[in-house]
């Protein structure tokens, strides 16, 4: 079981560990300053990468992707917490380095 929360509910993020699961391109195109990025497409293989002691706040583009990242990653026993709305409703500054 996971919690999903509102993307505008966040406020700090530089506090939180943000996992973004869309894929290198999307990513590419701006992301949240710190972000691990773990494209839903590698999670399967790479989830063990993840530290199971922390909890991760999950974002994609709306929501959706992180929805079955969050399910997946806490049927694994992962503490997850879906980010809806996603990149779509960041407001904040985006880096775009790489």
């Known amino acids: ?5 509102l993307m ?7 506090h939180l560990n ?10 590419q195109g701006g992301y949240i300053e710190g972000a691990i ?3 839903l497409s590698q999670l399967q293989q ?3 990468e993840l530290d199971q002691t922390i909890e991760y706040y999950v974002v994609c583009y709306s929501g959706s992707r ?3 990242a969050c399910a997946f990653l806490s049927e694994m026993g992962y503490n997850v ?7 779509s409703a960041y407001r904040g500054e ?5």
């Open 18 to 27: 943000l996992l973004d699961v869309r894929e290198q391109d999307e990513h």
């Open 81 to 87: 917490v879906n980010v809806m709305g996603g990149m």
């Open 37 to 39: 990025l773990l494209p």
């Open 1 to 5: 079981m996971y919690k999903s929360i």
């Open 66 to 68: 992180s929805q079955m």
């Open 46 to 48: 790479r989830f063990s």
């Open 8 to 14: 505008k509910e966040l406020r700090d993020f530089t």
């Open 94 to 98: 985006l880096c775009h380095e790489m």
